[in-house]
């Protein structure tokens, strides 16, 4: 029997720094499909996906020296599943000039609110996501040349 208050999350995000995008990719639909449907439905799916400076392996926990160029962010909305893999809508680029104000965007409606229109969207600057990358020991391309 489920928990009186058990429930899908509306959101999904996952952090990515394999170069094997379209298994990623594939692994987050499955995830947003394969829920239990007295639950609720999973509204939104987000896959950021680390860039390692061309030429170079994505990092792993055993090596984190790979330095990273950046990163391509995914979005799917409930349902939409597709065989082939898609544009990023947003390519987050170190030391760039838009880098500092791109955003990912989750509506009231994302995050399954009754009144979506009265509910601020979260937004999470990608700078925020690469912090935490350092804080976890992987280095931007910018750090690595100094």
Not at 16 to 41: F, H, P, V
Not at 57 to 79: H, I, M, Q, T
């Amino acid at each position: 029997m489920l928990e009186e208050y058990a429930m899908n999350p509306h959101v999904i995000i996952e952090f990515s720094w394999t170069s094997k995008i379209e298994n990623e990719l594939w692994k987050l639909q499955e995830q947003m499909t394969d829920y239990i449907k007295d639950l609720g439905t999973v509204n939104l799916g987000v896959l950021i996906n680390a860039i390692p400076v061309k030429g170079k392996k994505c990092p792993s926990l055993e090596d984190r020296s790979v330095p990273l160029a950046g990163f391509d962010v995914y979005r799917f909305r409930s349902c939409e599943t597709s065989d082939i893999t898609p544009e990023p809508i947003l390519k987050y680029r170190v030391d760039t000039n838009e880098a500092t104000s791109m955003v990912i965007e989750i509506s009231g409606r994302d995050l399954g609110r009754k009144n979506p229109e009265e509910v601020e969207a979260v937004r999470i600057p990608l700078s925020v996501i690469r912090r935490v990358c350092e804080k976890w020991g992987l280095e931007s391309e910018a750090e690595a040349a100094t």
